[in-house]
């Protein structure tokens, strides 16, 4: 399953660009890209719009930002 992130003003065309791929889970691992790293940091840094990113997978379902990171904490995280 793949996993992208969408930010203010991005839309599902976006999610070709490497800054909103999140990462694929396969074997019970997360491969993580690009997009991991900047979710984790606006996380971290409180970013003043977090609860306007969306999070979708390959099936359209969208994810808030807690439920997508439930999802990853079982797994092994990888970065490609």
Known sequence: MRYYILYPGNTEA??????????????????????????????EQQHKDLDKFIIKDERGKDYSIEEFLDKIKKLKVRIQ
């Open 14 to 43: 976006d999610t070709v660009n490497s800054v909103n791929q999140l990462g694929d889970v396969s074997f019970k691992t997360f491969w993580a890209q690009r997009g991991l790293n900047i979710l984790m940091n606006a996380v």
